[in-house]
């Protein structure tokens, strides 16, 4: 039995077909969708533990699948397209997905993304035992419960990605200690760093969930020309 499904979303057939024979020797189950809608309706039916989403498909687009999917889901999902422009890599950060990946891709690339992925979103889902209601990091109005691994801002619970949580444990864990975007994504993705832009896109999103004014933070702040630190203040 395979120990995880994969679901690769794209009209081209040949590239679901291509990515499972990659994935099939890692153990791992792929699901194939060409276009949106039918990706939603298996999601809504099977246990899915990372999606591979094309950008330009019928009916559905990857666009709008990811928006619907990241409604009520946190299932890492990873951009696949041949748009390659800069903006499309943002765009596709900002609605949600937690990857993006041009074509053509490397087979290796493509698998220590993915595995990569699951990696986190399996630990993020587990619950970690040992800990008590009280192991929780509190900074300010800002709460990270690192058992049911739950943000609450104000009391409030607020929607949260598995790589969201990762570099807010990373942040809040160190209060003030200022982070380099290369330090976050080697810290969280556990992987060199390539991509420092994928490091600005989540901690926008961060501040979007946790800050009352996301272009004033009185939490998650940027130390010009160095990095990121996360402020250690009082109510």
């Not at 040992?130 to 990270?144: A, C, N, T, V, W």
């Amino acid at each position: 039995m395979h120990k995880y499904k994969v679901l690769v979303v794209d009209d081209e057939k040949e590239i679901p077909d291509a990515i499972e024979r990659y994935l099939k020797n890692e153990d791992i189950q792929v699901i194939k969708a060409y276009n949106g809608q039918d990706a939603l309706e298996i999601i809504d039916k099977e246990e899915i533990h990372l999606i591979l989403m094309d950008i330009m498909m019928p009916n559905v687009d990857g666009i709008e699948a990811t928006m619907k999917i990241r409604e009520d889901k946190n299932i890492p999902i990873i951009i696949i397209s041949a748009k390659s422009e800069y903006s499309d890599k943002i765009l596709g950060l900002n609605i949600g997905a937690d990857d993006y990946i041009t074509k053509p891709f490397y087979p290796l690339e493509l698998i220590a993304r993915v595995k990569s992925q699951l990696r986190r979103y399996i630990d993020f889902g587990n619950i970690r035992k040992g800990y008590e209601e009280k192991d929780k990091i509190i900074i300010g109005g800002i709460s990270l419960d690192l058992n049911s691994k739950e943000l609450r801002v104000d009391g409030e619970i607020k929607k949260i990605t598995p790589i969201e949580y990762k570099i807010l444990e990373l942040l809040m864990e160190n209060p003030n200690k200022v982070f380099s975007a290369e330090e976050i994504y080697e810290k969280v993705w556990k992987e060199h760093c390539i991509n420092t832009d994928t490091v600005m896109v989540h901690i926008r999103r961060i501040r979007e969930k946790i800050e009352i004014k996301p272009k004033e933070p009185r939490y998650l702040k940027v130390v010009w020309g160095i990095g990121y630190k996360f402020e250690k203040c009082t109510r």
